[in-house]
């Protein structure tokens, strides 16, 4: 389990904790599954999912953008995956693991080989805690 929490000189830290300590308000955990983000399916997926992106003559680490041919076909499955990511539940403040989005000033494939442990969806700035080979890392964002 990792720990977030503001240091004296108002910056963040996250370390490694056996248990929470129980301060504030009582949080509940849901388990969830959300499918992987077109992106993510374009870069990682199997051979033959690589063969979709290059029939619209497209590289699979371009991503996605409203130029892909195919474009119809993804909207259709991001309004699927959408509906099922805690995100845009309206009642969810974070969500631990799972994959990272893809926000209008960020360049998706930068963080693909860290590991999200958590990211934070009630308010800016956003924080996402990643784990990567030097250890953990705060990553404030904003819409």
């Not at 009582?26 to 499918?35: A, I, K, Q």
């Not at 590289?59 to 041919?69: A, H, P, S, V």
């Not at 195919?70 to 309206?90: I, M, N």
């Not at 893809?102 to 958590?118: F, R, S």
Request: some cysteine; charged content about 30%.
């Amino acid at each position: 389990m990792v720990v977030v929490s503001a240091t004296d000189d108002g910056r963040w830290s996250a370390r490694e904790q056996a248990t929470l300590p129980a301060v504030g308000e009582n949080l509940r955990t849901v388990p969830w599954s959300c499918p992987a983000p077109i992106e993510a399916v374009f870069l990682l997926g199997g051979r033959d999912v690589g063969t979709w992106p290059a029939c619209c003559d497209w590289k699979r680490e371009w991503g996605y953008n409203d130029n892909f041919k195919g474009r119809d076909v993804v909207q259709e499955f991001e309004r699927w995956r959408q509906a099922q990511h805690p995100l845009y539940s309206g009642d969810s403040v974070a969500v631990a693991g799972g994959w990272h989005f893809h926000w209008p000033d960020d360049d998706w494939l930068e963080p693909v080989d860290d590991e999200l442990v958590l990211g934070t969806l009630d308010s800016e700035p956003y924080l996402d805690v990643w784990k990567d080979r030097r250890g953990y890392e705060i990553r404030p964002r904003t819409s």
